[in-house]
């Protein structure tokens, strides 16, 4: 709580945590309910976000949309952690061929730009919630092998895992007892930053129309449709850009926090 940024993006994150969890009680207005005598309605009165081009609250639908871009967030840096920190750990800990094998393949996937890439794995796995969650997941699975290794070639020479080795400990038990607890803290943070740039990720694509598919509303595909009445009616694309400048900066204000806390070398 002594840091100063942490506790505000934990706040933030909280906060939409909360609001997703709740948003199907909460919203005044169902959100595939269509009312054309209240089309392009500004913001005021029933409808404090004013409504979309059929007449749909635009307020309900960045509350619901907000559960969409937090579980896609959520479950695609699951799947690049998973697969990131164990590739990372066992090419930081036995070296060797893997260790140059699993690097130059994270290299060559590092080497393309995070969202042309995920187009790429959504155009052969086709478009769907758990292509969009494997997509993204698969994009930011090099950071989590960098980190997870840098940390495990680290620790892997210290005096302690020497001992640990002298005592008759097999590889199974220090890797898990002795190098992941040293691994934990740079992936945590990494966690944080990460989840900022899926649930961008997940917005770009389903701007692009290769996410959430209609009527299903997301931060990514609000966006999309209502880019044709920035003139007219603003609010439909302000709103939801909003939502996700807000909770990125939460993110990215807690991943600055936890790197202040968890790195020794900035305190």
């Known amino acids: 709580m002594r840091n100063r940024v942490a506790p505000i993006g934990l706040a933030i994150i909280a906060a939409s945590v909360l609001v997703a969890l709740v948003a199907p009680a909460v919203v ?4 595939r309910a269509m009312s ?3 089309a392009l309605a500004p913001p005021g009165g029933r409808y404090p976000f004013g409504t979309d081009e059929f007449g749909r609250d635009v307020f309900s639908r960045v509350v619901v949309g907000s559960r969409i871009s937090l579980v896609v967030a959520f479950l695609s840096v699951a799947v690049a952690v998973a697969l990131g920190t164990t590739i990372g750990l066992a090419a930081g800990y036995y070296g060797g061929w893997w260790d140059a094998v699993s690097m130059r393949a994270m290299d060559i996937v590092f080497a393309f730009p995070a969202i042309l890439l995920a187009i790429a794995i959504m155009a052969v796995l086709g478009t769907s919630l758990f292509n969009l969650v494997i997509a993204i997941g698969v994009v930011y699975t ?3 092998a960098r980190v997870s290794r840098a940390a495990a070639l680290a ?3 210290l005096e302690f895992v020497d001992a640990a080795r002298a005592l008759g400990l097999g590889n199974a038990r220090i890797v898990w007892r002795h190098i992941i607890p040293n691994v934990l803290a740079p992936v945590t943070v990494q966690i944080s930053l990460s989840l900022s740039l899926a649930i961008l990720s997940e917005s770009a694509l389903s701007f692009l129309g290769l996410g959430t598919q209609p009527p299903t509303p997301s931060w990514g595909n609000m966006l999309s449709e209502g880019r044709q009445f920035l003139e ?3 609010w439909n694309a302000v709103f939801p850009g909003l939502a996700i400048m807000v909770v990125v900066l939460g993110f990215n204000l807690l991943g600055d926090g936890l790197r202040d806390l968890l790195d020794p070398r900035l305190r």
């Open 142 to 144: 090099p950071q989590f």
């Open 232 to 234: 007219i009616a603003p």
């Open 155 to 157: 620790v892997r020479s």
């Open 36 to 38: 054309p005598g209240d």
């Open 28 to 31: 005044p207005h169902d959100i």
